[in-house]
Structure formats: structure tokens, C-alpha cells
């Protein structure tokens, strides 16, 4: 039943999410900064529209993994949309940082248009890339391994934007920084294009749905309802992603407006990147020792205590701030990969349970949710900031510093400490799904 993974079917795999954080750790880190302080928007108005378009875009995602679980290509299901989904997400990237030369409501429209189509193209390409790891190897270990590599590709993807942007942006605008925006995302785009074609190139399909499987989308949300595992992980993910949504926007505000040291905030970013794809690395060496759910358990409860910590250094404690920073990142590192293991896992459960499979429903479902909690994080930023006095490229009031700063530091504990008792409940051992796994391998001897 083991299916051991060549390197590099794994390295093909990870450049699949190196691509597709060039344009969401931008959102990440930089979108709601860019939409106040370059755009021109109230932070109230990006709170509004953040929440707004999420979830028409979050609700899309189900739609997209019945689309994608339905598809059949001699490519297989998930591969094919690595190279149909190229041009629209290049092109929604380049729009989507165009400032146009309109009043202030044409500019509103602009923004909730472009972005609504930015995130409708991330679903297209990146619901069957996240399904994809449920199909290219049916052994839990190995897809934690997988996993690793994924987001090892994702963090240092992700550590490349959030260094070079702000650095891209200036050459490249050369004082003009709209235009330094467009041109940072052409190149983002076309560099994204090679890596997505690497992983269509590089994996292959090897798990399939039972043969003559007939299920309607009801019938796959009915199923994904009563998959207990499944509820659990959606609950986590929304969450853990407001933990993590609300620190990574917050992080260029703290340190423009409360650290006053604009000039570090890309170092600051990097160093948070490498730190997560640190603990990315070592997921599966931690996994051969401690079961995942408890694991996640540990590595939350450091994340509720290392915030918490944070609150209490001093504006002049760059130092500091650089340590917790990437203690927090090593700690957060290992949840991607784990979650995402996790949810392959719930895929066999329901086939198990129900003899159906709906691998990219799981996954599109999966996204749903932590693009819900992202949705929920914007707008609890955008409309305390509001309220608090914020002043895009202006010292702040008290009110408002302070505001930025419980943003950075005890807000995301709160949701990081909820986290904890939820995974409390998830009920999937690591010896429940070798057993999973074993029968499905002799279902599938006796009918092949």
C-alpha cells in the first residue's frame, strides 16, 4: 500500500504553491496597505469590501471542487486547471494593483471588481492544486512528507514576495509607485506561469473515485456534512486563519506606525517566512513522534503565549520584535502541512464511511473556510481601525496606535488559544486512519 514519493514529483508539487504565494502572500501582507495608504480607500470601505468579496468568493470554492471532481481528461481531474487557470490569475494580478484615474466611488467599484475577479481566478487554479495532494499518494505519511514540501515551497515563496516587493515596487516605479505595483505583478504573473506548468508537468494522478461512482453535488455536500473529521478541520481553519490573516496585515501597520521603521518592513516579513518554512521542514520529523492532533495542540498553545509576549515589548525592541516573530513563525510553520494532511485523511473517511469519494469537494470546502476567517479578518481590521481614528501616511492618535498594536498581539492569541479545546475533538487517530487506509487498499485489490 506504500507509495513512496520520488523528490521530484514532490519539489513539482511544492512549485505549484511557491506560484500561487506570489499573489496570496501579497494579499496577505500588502493589499490592505496598498488599498489605504496607495489606492486611496478609508480603512472601513477595504474592511467592508474584504468581507464582502471573500465570501462571494468563499462560497465559489465548493462550486469550483464539484467542478473539478466531475472533470475527466486523459490529464486527469486537478492537473489540467494548472494551465487553464494561468492567464486569468496573471491577468486579475496586474488589475487588481492598477490605481485608475477615477473619483473616489469609481475607484470603490474598481476595487471590489478586480478583486472579486483576483480571487475567483486563485479559486480556479488553486482548489484543484490543493486536491491534488488527496490523489497523488493514498499513505498518510507520505502526504505529511508531501505536505512539507508544499508549503517549505509555499513559505519560501512566500518569503521572496514578502522581501522583494516592497523593493520591486520602487525600483520598478522609480517614484512612481501605481506603476511600480503593475510591473511587480507582470513579472509575479509570469514567473507563476513557469511554476504551475512545472507542477502539471512533474505529478501524476494515482488515486481515482470508485469505479461507476454516481453522486450528485447534493450528495456531496450531504456527505461532507456528516464528516465529523471535516467539520472539525473547517472549524480550526477559520480560526487559525484569523490568527494569521490578522497578524500578516497588521504587521506592515506596526511597523510604519507604532515601531516607526518603515524601512524593516520587509526584513520583518522575511524573517516570519523563513521561520514558517522552518517549521514546515521539520513537520515530519515531529509527526514520527507526536500524533498530529495533539501536536497542533502544542504548537497553538506557543502561539496564544509568544503573542501575548509580544504585547508587551517596547516601540525602540526591534530585537525583540525579530524573535517572537520568528518564534512564532517556527511554531505556525507545522499547521499547513498538518491541516492539510489532516484533510486528505477526512477524503478517506468519507469513502470509508459512505463509498463515495469527492476529494476536491473536501479541499474547495477546506478553502471556503479559511478564506471565510480571512474574510473576517479584514473586516475586523479594517472597521476597528476606522473606528479607533486611523489616518493613512499620518502619525496616529493613541487610540489608534494602540488599536494596531492589540491587532498585532492579543487578538490573534484569542483565536489562537480557541483553537486549542477545538482540536480537542478531532477524532482521527493516526492508528484509526492506517486502518482507513487498509481497508480501502483491499477494497480496491478485490475490484481492480
Do not use: H
Not at 511544492?14 to 500588502?30: E, H, I, K, M, T
Amino acid at each position: 500500500m506504500r507509495n513512496s514519493l520520488k523528490l521530484s514529483e514532490k519539489i513539482a508539487y511544492a512549485c505549484g504553491d511557491v506560484a500561487s504565494n506570489f499573489y496570496w502572500r501579497v494579499f496577505d501582507v500588502f493589499l490592505f496597505i496598498f488599498y489605504t495608504d496607495v489606492f486611496g480607500l478609508s480603512p472601513a470601505a477595504v474592511g467592508t469590501m474584504m468581507l464582502v468579496t471573500r465570501l462571494i468568493d468563499a462560497f465559489s470554492d465548493p462550486m469550483m471542487g464539484a467542478l473539478a471532481d466531475r472533470t475527466k481528461t486523459k490529464f486527469g481531474k486537478f492537473r489540467p486547471y494548472l494551465l487553464w487557470g494561468i492567464l486569468p490569475i496573471a491577468a486579475a494580478g496586474v488589475l487588481t494593483f492598477t490605481v485608475p484615474d477615477l473619483g473616489e466611488d469609481g475607484k470603490l467599484v474598481w476595487a471590489y471588481a478586480t478583486y472579486i475577479f483576483m480571487m475567483l481566478a486563485y479559486t480556479f487554479i488553486n482548489v484543484p492544486y490543493g486536491a491534488l495532494l488527496g490523489v497523488i499518494t493514498p499513505n498518510s505519511q507520505d502526504r505529511t512528507s508531501l505536505t512539507s514540501f508544499r508549503f517549505i515551497g509555499a513559505f519560501s515563496g512566500g518569503s521572496l514576495v514578502a522581501y522583494l516587493t516592497p523593493e520591486l515596487v520602487a525600483y520598478l516605479g522609480n517614484g512612481n509607485e501605481t506603476q511600480g505595483w503593475q510591473y511587480t505583478m507582470m513579472i509575479y504573473g509570469a514567473v507563476a506561469a513557469l511554476l504551475f506548468t512545472i507542477t502539471f508537468l512533474g505529478t501524476k494522478e494515482r488515486i481515482a473515485p470508485p469505479q461507476n461512482q454516481q453522486s450528485s453535488i447534493m450528495q456531496d455536500l450531504k456527505d461532507l456534512s456528516q464528516n465529523k473529521p471535516w467539520l472539525i478541520l473547517f472549524s480550526l481553519a477559520l480560526i487559525v486563519m484569523m490568527t494569521i490573516s490578522i497578524r500578516g496585515s497588521v504587521g506592515t501597520f506596526y511597523f510604519k506606525y507604532f515601531a516607526n521603521r518603515e524601512d524593516l518592513i520587509g526584513q520583518f516579513s522575511l524573517v516570519y517566512m523563513l521561520s514558517l518554512a522552518c517549521g514546515a521542514a521539520i513537520t515530519p520529523l515531529l509527526t514520527r513522534f507526536i500524533d498530529k492532533r495533539r501536536l497542533l495542540m502544542l504548537l497553538m498553545s506557543a502561539v496564544t503565549l509568544l503573542s501575548i509576549a509580544f504585547y508587551f515589548v517596547p516601540r525602540d525592541n526591534i530585537t525583540l520584535m525579530f524573535l517572537l516573530q520568528g518564534l512564532i513563525g517556527l511554531a505556525l510553520g507545522p499547521k499547513s502541512p498538518l491541516v492539510f494532511s489532516m484533510y486528505a485523511d477526512t477524503a478517506d473517511f468519507s469513502q470509508w464511511r459512505t463509498g463515495r469519494r469527492a476529494t476536491a469537494m473536501i479541499f474547495s470546502a477546506a478553502a471556503f473556510s479559511q478564506k471565510l476567517g480571512g474574510a473576517l479578518a479584514g473586516a475586523m481590521i479594517g472597521w476597528l481601525l476606522a473606528s479607533l481614528g486611523y489616518v493613512a501616511n499620518q502619525v496616529q492618535s493613541g487610540a489608534s496606535e494602540n488599536g494596531i498594536v492589540l491587532l498585532m498581539t492579543l487578538i490573534p492569541a484569542v483565536f489562537a488559544a480557541l483553537a486549542v479545546p477545538v482540536l480537542y475533538f478531532y477524532p482521527l487517530s493516526e492508528r484509526k486512519v492506517e486502518d482507513i487506509q487498509r481497508e480501502l487498499f483491499e477494497q480496491q485489490t478485490q475490484t481492480s
